[in-house]
């Protein structure tokens, strides 16, 4: 391998490795070390935009015909409330606002009868990041595939 190449490589990974520690981090350090070039940062609504929660549904092993839903945060946060709908449903969850989740770690949120394969629901989660008690909302669509 060349010289080139092997710094090259080297810098990629480092940058790989920041990035991915970013993700997992407060949204403050993200925006001080992504974000900020030249003594300017982009604005908060572009910083919420790379927070992301993860879900994913299981049957449940405690009860028979149970889905349960899972979320696993990028940051950790406060939720003040989470609304999900599929179809002719709607609920609402709300949280207790004190409770942090962490970063990285899955969490169980709910668990339903009679979920369907092929279903699309909607997840709003609203709350707060708990390094900063800035607000965020963020809403994902998640279909239902029991294949894998």
């Known amino acids: 391998m060349s010289v080139i190449k092997k710094n090259f490589t080297v810098e990629l990974i480092k940058m790989i490795k920041k990035v991915s520690e970013n993700i997992s981090g407060s949204v403050s350090e993200m925006k001080n070390s992504i974000f900020t070039s030249a003594g300017s940062s982009k604005r908060e609504s572009e910083i919420k935009d790379i927070f992301e929660i993860e879900l994913c549904h299981y049957e449940s092993k405690k009860y028979l ?19 999900l709908s599929v179809k002719n ?23 339903y009868e009679g979920v369907k394969n092929g279903q699309e629901w909607e997840f709003n989660f609203v709350g707060k990041f708990s390094n900063n008690d800035e607000d965020f909302q963020f809403s994902k669509k998640y279909q239902i595939n029991n294949t894998n």
């Open 89 to 111: 449903f709607n609920e609402t969850i709300n949280g207790d606002i004190k409770t942090i989740f962490k970063a990285g770690n899955w969490q169980l949120l709910v668990a």
């Open 65 to 83: 015909n149970t889905t349960e839903f899972w979320f696993k945060p990028h940051s950790d946060i406060k939720i003040d409330k989470v609304e």
